[in-house]
Every structure is written in structure tokens, then in C-alpha cells.
């Protein structure tokens, strides 16, 4: 297998193309939390699933971003957390 940039953005160590996988427990929990946060729009329930959904969320692109198993994944995750990092910033 040749070792082009094409196949570092987007191929695994096996070989395999990878742009997409089954959700890690981190992306699982910000979904779950996002839909729960958009059930209880106030209060402190609100207020606590929020932050679960903003960690969970930082913890899945820090994750992607430092272990991600090609170029892509690696990109996908900076792109995440520069949007958290943007979002918070454009909100406070």
C-alpha cells in the first residue's frame, strides 16, 4: 500500500477507509444530553446537562484530535473544538 497523503487523511493502519464509526461513549452522552437539555429548557437540570453535554462534547474532539485513526478524524476533532471554543466565546 502506498504511503500518499490521500491515503494518511483517510485510511486506518489496516488499510481500511474510515470516515465515519459507531459512536465512542463521549458522543453517545452528548446526544443523550443534548435531547434531554432540549426537554428541560430551565432550571438547575438544564444547567447540569449542558455541562455534561459541553464535556462530553470537548471529550470526543480532544479524543479524535489526539487519537483519531487518520488525517480526517484528526481534522474532524480540531474542527469541534474550535467550534466549542468559538460558540462559547460568540455566547459569553
Known amino acids: 500500500m502506498s504511503n500518499t497523503l490521500v ?5 486506518d493502519s ?11 461513549l ?7 444530553t443534548t ?14 446537562l449542558e ?4 464535556g462530553s462534547l470537548f471529550t470526543w474532539a480532544w479524543l479524535e484530535l ?5 488525517y480526517f478524524r484528526r481534522a474532524l476533532g480540531l474542527a469541534v473544538f ?3 471554543i468559538v460558540s462559547k466565546i460568540q455566547y459569553s
Open 7 to 11: 491515503d494518511k487523511t483517510f485510511r
Open 14 to 24: 489496516d488499510g481500511n477507509i474510515v470516515i465515519a464509526e459507531m459512536p465512542n
Open 26 to 32: 463521549p458522543l453517545i452522552v452528548w446526544i443523550a
Open 35 to 48: 435531547l434531554l437539555a432540549l426537554i428541560f429548557t430551565n432550571g438547575k437540570i438544564n444547567t447540569v
Open 51 to 54: 455541562v455534561l453535554a459541553n
Open 66 to 70: 489526539f487519537q483519531g485513526v487518520n
Open 82 to 84: 474550535i467550534g466549542i
